[in-house]
């Protein structure tokens, strides 16, 4: 069983930044595809960024394109999404995700893509 748990959420100043980490463990994390996603209250879940098992391809939801950076780590079985320059609506619960099928088989911007989830870290923006 994949397990994934999320960290480095907090609450930011707009403008501030935060990386968060998601940590793997029961599975071969580098053969995983890897994907996170956020959710604001009253609102669904939606896709923030994705990576490819060597991190050679990534894939950003236009809100966040040129701004956050998905990268991974894969002797340490641990994704990050690095977030500067944060805004009020950047604001949500953040959610790691796996995938044991390639980045290029899969729509990795749709959460069905995913068999594991995490519990999710809070973001919160203020300003």
């Known amino acids: 069983q994949v397990r994934l748990v999320e960290s480095g959420g907090g609450l930011v100043q707009a403008g501030g930044s935060l990386r968060l980490s998601c940590a793997a463990s029961g599975g071969t994390f580098s053969r995983f595809t890897m994907g996170w996603f956020r959710q604001a209250p009253g609102k669904d879940r939606e896709f923030v960024a994705s990576?490819?098992?060597?991190?050679?391809?990534?894939r950003y939801a236009d809100s966040v394109k040129g701004r956050f950076t998905i990268s991974r780590d894969n002797a340490k079985n641990t994704q990050y999404l690095q977030m500067p320059s944060l805004k009020p609506e950047d604001a949500a619960v953040y959610h790691c995700?796996?995938?044991?099928?390639?980045?290029?088989?899969?729509?990795?911007?749709?959460?069905?893509?995913?068999?594991?989830w995490g519990q999710g870290t809070q973001v919160t923006v203020s300003s």
């Open positions: 995700a796996s995938s044991r099928r390639p980045f290029s088989t899969i729509d990795t911007a749709r959460e069905t893509s995913y068999e594991y």
């Open positions: 990576i490819s098992w060597s991190g050679d391809r990534t």
